[in-house]
Each structure stands twice: as structure tokens, then as C-alpha cells.
């Protein structure tokens, strides 16, 4: 069976982090090579990203995108060696951010996220949807973008569900606020369906087959 390139996304608090681990260990129970990373991932690049105050929104996107052009051509070479590469957030968490919430025109960033990752895509971006409010009491420790105020915040998940309707057979919105067991459940069922069925690791140009199956909010 071919790896699989799957990402988590949500709002801050929206529990993608212990989702993604936990995906990374069932895997390993399985006996299913994986690779579990993040972004952004660069350690020099994600302190300045997540710690400095002082960055204009052009700066910003300009680093996230300097870090995924990086972060990309390490996913490939895993996914080429046949592991199923789970990402702490991606693409669609620039597009989100910079272009929803943060005013910087969404097909512009749209066309520089293609630029960065070469088209990679995940075959399954796997939405942790919670209300603003309980993802922010959630957060032990809030890092400059977590320190924003609500209505970024609520910008944020609204873009989010954009994406979700605009890319349905890519996305599964799933309710965060439900039961840590109920939600690995969910996506086991769902990982157990992408393997057995014809999605495959990206292309030469970059390009990732999609599930068969469209799947909406959970």
C-alpha cells in the first residue's frame, strides 16, 4: 500500500496536536512506517515565527513560506521512502492565518502556497473544529499567534470551514469537542478506508490522487 500525506488543522486549542500524535502511535502499533512533524518546522525560522512580535503580515507569510518550501522536500523524501507522513499543520494553516485572518489577499496566497510546496498536497486534512472560546481556555501556553485577539481567532475558524466546503473530498471536519476516543475512532475508520482504497503518494509534479470518497463534518 502506497504512504499516505495527511495533515491536521483547527484553531488554536482545537486538540490537532494530541489527534496527530496519537495517529503517528496506532500507526507504530501497526507496524506502519510514519513519519509525525510540524510546522513550522525549521527551529530557527519557527522561534522567529512563533515568539517575535514585531513581524509585518508580508514578513510573516514570507518566513512560513521559506520554512514549508524546506519542510516540503523533507515530506518527500519520506513519503518516497514509503513512510505515511503526519504534519501538525500545513498549507491550509497559511492560507488561513495570512489570508483570512490576517487580510492578505487569499488567491495571492493561494498561488505562493503552490510555489512553496511544489503542489504537494495530503490526501486527507483532517479539521478539528471547536468554538473559539473553548480552544483558547484549552492552551496551557500561548505563543504570539495564540496571544491574538478573539476575532482573529474567529476569522481563523471561519476560513477554515471555508476551505473544508471549497475542498470536500479532502477535508473531514470533526467535532473537537467530542470525546478524545470517540474522535480516534473516527479517524482510524477513515485512515483504514484511504488504505484500502486507491489514493498514492504525490507524483513527480508534486500532485497527491484523492480518496474516492468525499466526507463532511463529523
Not at 12 to 39: D, M, V
Not at 91 to 111: C, K, M, P
Not at 133 to 141: C, K, P
Request: glycine share 8%.
Amino acid at each position: 500500500m502506497d504512504a499516505l500525506f495527511i495533515t491536521f488543522e483547527g484553531v488554536e486549542g482545537a486538540g490537532k496536536t494530541t489527534l496527530a500524535r496519537w495517529l503517528s502511535e496506532r500507526l507504530r502499533q501497526e507496524g506502519i512506517p510514519n513519519w509525525l512533524t510540524y510546522e513550522p518546522w525549521e527551529p530557527r525560522l519557527r522561534e522567529v515565527l512563533l515568539e517575535h512580535s514585531d513581524l509585518r503580515r508580508e514578513e510573516e507569510l514570507l518566513l512560513f513560506l521559506a520554512d514549508r518550501a524546506i519542510h516540503t522536500r523533507h515530506i518527500r523524501v519520506a513519503l518516497a521512502e514509503g513512510k505515511t507522513v503526519i504534519c501538525d499543520r500545513y498549507a491550509d494553516s497559511t492560507l488561513v492565518y495570512q489570508g483570512y485572518a490576517r487580510g492578505l489577499d487569499i488567491d495571492w496566497v493561494r498561488q505562493m502556497n503552490q510555489f512553496a510546496t511544489g503542489g504537494l498536497q495530503p490526501v486527507r486534512t483532517y479539521l478539528l473544529d471547536v468554538p473559539v472560546e473553548i480552544g483558547l481556555t484549552r492552551q496551557r501556553e500561548r505563543n504570539r499567534i495564540g496571544a491574538e485577539e478573539i476575532a482573529f481567532h474567529e476569522r481563523v475558524r471561519a476560513g477554515f470551514l471555508a476551505e473544508a466546503q471549497r475542498e470536500p473530498q479532502r477535508f473531514l471536519v470533526l467535532d473537537g469537542t467530542r470525546p478524545l476516543a470517540d474522535l480516534q475512532e473516527l479517524v482510524w475508520a477513515d485512515i483504514s478506508r484511504l488504505r484500502s482504497s486507491s489514493v498514492s503518494v504525490p507524483s513527480q509534479n508534486g500532485a497527491c490522487a484523492e480518496s474516492s470518497s468525499g466526507k463532511g463534518a463529523v
